[in-house]
Nanobody, 122 residues
C-alpha cells in the first residue's frame, strides 16, 4: 500500500507564510515526480508546483516568486514553502506523486494525499 500523508495547513494572515509537507511511504520502487495541486471552492483543481526527479521544477504563474517546492534527499517527501500569502491562495492543497509501486510495477501511477486546508485571511 502506498500512502501520501500531508501536514502543515492552517489559518494565516495575508502576507504570512506556511510550509506544507507530504511524505510518501509504502512499497515504492521509484518516484518520478511529486508536487502540489490546489482547489478553491467553486473552482477547478489547479497545478501549483511540480518537482520532477533531476531537479526539474515548475510553478503556476500565480505563485511564482512566492512559493518554493522542494524534496528531501531521499526524494520521498515534498515540501511547499508558501510566502507572501494572499487571500486568493485559500484552497485545499493536495500533494501528488507519480511513482512506481510494487503493485503497479513496471508502470507508474498517480497517487494523492488527503488534502490540507490553507486559509488566508485579509
Amino acid at each position: 500500500q502506498v500512502q501520501l500523508v500531508e501536514s502543515g495547513g492552517g489559518l494565516v494572515q495575508a502576507g504570512g507564510s506556511l510550509r506544507l509537507s507530504c511524505a510518501a511511504s509504502g512499497s515504492i520502487f521509484s518516484i518520478r515526480s511529486m508536487g502540489w495541486y490546489r482547489q478553491a471552492p467553486g473552482k477547478l483543481r489547479e497545478l501549483v508546483a511540480d518537482h520532477t526527479s533531476g531537479d526539474s521544477i515548475s510553478y503556476a504563474d500565480s505563485v511564482k516568486g512566492r512559493f518554493t517546492v522542494s524534496r528531501d534527499s531521499a526524494e520521498s517527501t515534498v515540501y511547499l514553502q508558501m510566502s507572501s500569502l494572499k487571500p486568493e491562495d485559500t484552497a485545499v492543497y493536495y500533494c501528488y506523486a507519480n511513482l512506481m509501486a510494487r503493485s503497479t510495477s513496471p508502470n507508474y501511477a498517480l497517487y494523492w494525499g488527503q488534502g490540507t486546508q490553507v486559509t488566508v485571511s485579509s
